[in-house]
């Protein structure tokens, strides 16, 4: 991110602590463990809670694979504390379940503050699967405070953080009726054999204006257009190109393209999240854009988009 809308003041090692601490419940899963968002419901106590080392792995690192987590360091005796405070919970209310506020007394919980090498006091951080992101230090005005959550927000949204957070026993889902087979998808497999990749992606397109949900087509479509951006490349042509021009976008889109379609995702992952890191302005928007179609060609289940997600998440920020 760009000035001011974060602040990364610090490094933050959460390796002490996303695990129960001693006398805490055994078993928990560790950072980068849980369902991740992609619209999933997850149950918590309150939208505002008061947090401490023995409930951190629970309260912060799990409910951080749903929902963005925004931690509040505090403690009585800190006069601006007691102006930003309340400015927190009220957005945290008003964001109906789509982040958590999560308060720590750094007085109660000194290796807290430490671990987030806390200098001062009112600190703002925020967790995203497990990840820790500096935000603000001191009472900033509301608007101001504002900003910064739905910055945030899209950010984690734009790395499969996009849950919510139901108070209590979130309700059972409805269970989902098998849809019908349909005939398009055997009339884009069928112009995918022939070669006729616009054909199969009119299918798919046509597939997703009646259900724009439909993962398959989805799918279907990203390997179609794919195939469509690569089918006139030459690999060793477009490879050399990119190594000897790292800051050219378009010949590392190009080489990402070519190493998802050759079956090493990572490496064009890791290629797209360089130039994230390296970029900005719209060829960090183009990248990013791009590497999210990736992800979504790849799919969410794969463990390696969940690691370029975090990935992702850091060269942002």
Not at 83 to 95: C, D, F, K, Y
Request: hydrophobic share 40%; with cysteine; glycine share 8%.
């Amino acid at each position: 991110m760009t000035q001011p809308s974060f602040n990364p003041y610090g490094a933050v090692d959460l390796s002490t602590l996303a695990r129960p601490a001693a006398g805490g419940p055994a078993g928990a899963p560790a950072a980068g463990d849980g369902p991740a968002g992609n619209g999933a419901v997850t149950a918590a106590p309150g939208l505002v809670i008061d947090v401490s080392e023995a409930d951190f792995q629970q309260q912060v690192i799990e409910t951080s694979m749903t929902v963005p987590v925004v931690i509040d360091f505090w403690a009585d005796w800190c006069g601006p504390c007691k102006q930003l405070s309340p400015v927190l919970e009220r957005l945290a209310n008003e964001g109906n379940g789509t982040w958590v506020l999560a308060k720590i007394d750094v007085d109660a919980n000194p290796r807290l503050g430490q671990a987030f090498q806390v200098q001062s006091i009112p600190s703002v951080f925020a967790v995203i699967k497990g990840q820790p992101v500096p935000l603000f230090q001191g009472a900033y005005p509301e608007p101001e405070v504002r900003r910064f959550v739905e910055e945030l927000l899209r950010v984690a949204a734009e790395n499969g953080v996009n849950g919510r957070v139901q108070v209590g026993e979130p309700a059972e889902a409805p269970a989902e009726e098998e849809p019908a087979d349909d005939p398009r998808y055997e009339q884009a497999y069928d112009a995918i054999e022939r070669g006729d990749l616009d054909a199969a992606a009119d299918a798919y397109r046509a597939l997703l204006n009646d259900a724009p949900a439909d993962a398959d087509a989805k799918a279907g479509l990203g390997q179609v257009e794919l195939m469509r951006r690569t089918k006139d490349l030459d690999p060793a042509e477009t490879r050399a190109r990119a190594a000897d021009n790292p800051d050219d976008l378009d010949a590392q889109i190009a080489a990402a393209d070519l190493d998802v379609l050759d079956g090493n995702a990572q490496a064009g992952f890791d290629r797209l999240i360089d130039v994230v890191r390296r970029s900005s302005g719209d060829d960090r928007d183009k990248a990013r854009a791009h590497l999210l179609e990736l992800f979504d060609l790849v799919g969410s289940d794969d463990e390696r988009v969940a690691k370029a997600r975090t990935a992702l998440a850091n060269a942002l920020f």
